[in-house]
């Protein structure tokens, strides 16, 4: 049995507070919980020593469907846009007897590779949780073909769609949120941030949860290549690797987020406690989850599956 204390600032009272956090039985073994909302900033988290250490397929030419093993109804080669890559597998409980809160899920890849076909288990186990699950195929940057900002263009389409033809797809289109990873993350992180209006209408999202999210290209070691390609750029690049990083659009109406990453990974730590700082300093309400390790987005799936579902429960379903 493991416990996190979170020491806590309210603004509002003036003091200090100190809270266990609701993880305890999440089964997320030695992750550290960072947390902050509109009145509360957080400025200390200890945990008990000894933390634990922690795609691609083809297309069909039409749309078909399939029921899982786990009572999960699967429509697959959806189209929410013309084009042909604009298809998505959506996943719904057997037992939804009504509209229900949706997820979109954006696969990773370095924005080059990568298939929607990669997270059936994810989506088996949302649309288990409640969830109406869409997960979308989008372009995948090549050297020929530039991926920002297209590639969240066409995400955004998929929120519109999942809206527009929400009585047939059994969503309440005031509830959706997204689930992106590593490069899927950067695009759910910029869905969060780069948009604006109500979160409840139009291409916005309620509630967004990103593993080892790309946040920003302009200090994202190792991906050099993989991001001159997705932005189209080689030299003097500086205003195109900004823009399309979330970090730098972060403002106080941004969608909650929930952001997950490893101490000694791909995305340096460095970049998501800078997240964290400009997310706190703009009272977006938002929880970061840490664990030790290299593991990287998928690597910790199976650890991050239970709070990524509890998180999207309550701002989805709360």
Same mark, same amino acid.
């Given at each position: 049995?493991?416990?996190?204390l ?5 603004? *509002? ?17 030695? *992750?550290?919980?960072? /947390? ?16 634990l250490a922690?795609?691609?397929? %083809?297309?069909? *030419? ?5 029921t ?7 429509q ?31 696969? %990773? ?16 186990? &949302? ?50 949120g ?6 899927? %993350?950067? &695009? ?38 993989? !991001?001159?390609?997705y ?14 990083s979330? !970090? ?33 300093? /703009? ?11 290299? %593991? ?12 990524t ?10």
């Amino acid at each position: 049995m493991w416990a996190t204390l979170v020491t806590i600032y309210n603004p *509002a009272r003036r003091r200090f507070g100190a809270v266990r956090s609701e993880f305890r039985s999440s089964g997320i073994d030695g *992750a550290v919980l960072v /947390r902050c909302s509109q009145l509360r900033k957080l400025t200390a988290v200890a945990a008990l020593a000894g933390l634990l250490a922690t795609i691609t397929t %083809g297309l069909s *030419a039409d749309p078909v469907s399939a029921t899982s093993s786990i009572g999960v109804t699967v429509q697959h080669n959806l189209h929410y846009a013309p084009a042909a890559i604009e298809v998505a597998d959506v996943y719904r409980s057997t037992t939804a007897t009504g509209p229900e809160p949706a997820v979109l899920i954006v696969h %990773g890849g370095g924005w080059q590779t990568g298939s929607k076909g990669g997270w059936i288990s994810e989506a088996d186990q &949302l649309a288990a949780a409640g969830f109406v699950v869409v997960v979308a195929n989008y372009q995948l940057a090549s050297p020929t073909v530039v991926g920002f900002p297209h590639q969240l263009h066409e995400l955004k389409a998929a929120i519109q769609w999942m809206r527009s033809d929400a009585t047939a797809l059994g969503i309440d289109p005031a509830r959706i949120g997204a689930l992106g990873a590593s490069a899927g %993350g950067n &695009l759910v992180a910029m869905l969060a941030a780069d948009a604006a209006g109500p979160l409840d209408s139009g291409d916005r999202i309620r509630a967004a949860v990103t593993w080892s999210a790309i946040l920003d290209l302009t200090t994202q070691p190792g991906l050099s290549n993989a !991001i001159a390609q997705y932005v189209g750029c080689h030299t003097d690049c500086a205003a195109v690797l900004a823009d399309a990083s979330p !970090i730098h659009h972060v403002s106080a109406d941004d969608t909650p987020i929930e952001l997950f990453n490893s101490t000694q990974e791909l995305v340096p730590l460095a970049t998501v406690k800078a997240m964290d700082a400009r997310l706190s300093a /703009r009272h977006v309400y938002h929880e970061v989850v840490i664990y030790p390790g290299h %593991g990287h987005a998928t690597d910790y799936a199976a650890q991050a599956m239970p709070a990524t579902i509890q998180f999207l429960q309550r701002q989805l379903m709360g």
